[in-house]
Structures are given as C-alpha cells and as structure tokens.
C-alpha cells in the first residue's frame, strides 16, 4: 500500500532512495529528497508489504493529464518484477486518467509494466459470441 511522503518518514524515504544508483551519498539524498517536498506537483510515496514495513519508494512528477515516475526503489528482499508492477499498479490507481511516463532510469520498467497491464486487460475481457 502507498504513504504519501511525510516528514516522519525522513530516515525511511533517504534510506529506499539510497538503494538508487547515484543517490548513495548523504548530501545526494538530502538534495533529491528537497527536490520533491519544495513544490506541490512532485511527491514521494512509500510502500509498505503486507508484513506492514516500508520497503518501497516511488517519486512522481504530476501534472492533470502526466505522471512522471522519476524514481522506484525497492528494499533487496523486495525486488523483483511483481512487487514493482504492485507499486505502479497502486500509483496508476491514485491517478487513473493520468498517462504514466518514466524517466530514462524507469523507462523501460514501465514499458514492461504497460505491456503486462494490456496482457492482463486482454485476457479479462470475455470472448464475443456469435448468436
């Protein structure tokens, strides 16, 4: 389930987004996590596994009709292509007439994702009858 980002997520938020190349160093994350609180169209958002632990972080760019995913990281235990299809699943959720984009690091995880989403849409659509 997705937590918006809040200031008592601090330690958790730089802790996911230091499982991201090139945000290792403390003054990388400190930078990056300002970045998305100082205006309203960015945010962070933390998933937590049905254990009930954060073990995710997602960071979006939102517009009305543009979502932006700049960033996803997930704990080691996590990774895999499920758990991130479940966060962007969530994410598509909280923005359902938003089209999803990602940055060059996250391009191709959602192309992958879009193609599973129409496999998945493809196959829950029933069969047309001829009566």
């Not at 938020?13 to 970045?35: C, D, R, V, Y």
């Not at 009709?65 to 994410?91: C, K, M, Q």
Request: with cysteine; glycine share 6%.
């Amino acid at each position: 389930m997705l937590y918006k980002y809040k200031e008592s997520y601090k330690k958790i938020a730089m802790g996911l987004l230091s499982f991201i190349p090139g945000l290792k160093e403390i003054s990388h994350l400190q930078t990056e996590l300002n970045w998305y609180t100082s205006e309203s169209s960015r945010c962070l958002y933390l998933w937590k596994n049905e254990h009930g632990d954060f073990c995710g972080i997602v960071g979006l760019e939102v517009s009305d009709d543009i979502i932006v995913i700049r960033h996803i990281a997930l704990s080691p235990a996590e990774r895999n292509e499920g758990i991130t299809y479940t966060v962007l699943d969530e994410v598509a959720q909280l923005y359902p007439s938003a089209k999803m984009m990602g940055s060059l690091e996250v391009a191709s995880i959602i192309t992958k994702w879009e193609r599973r989403k129409n496999e998945r849409e493809k196959q829950n659509r029933k069969p047309e009858t001829n009566l």
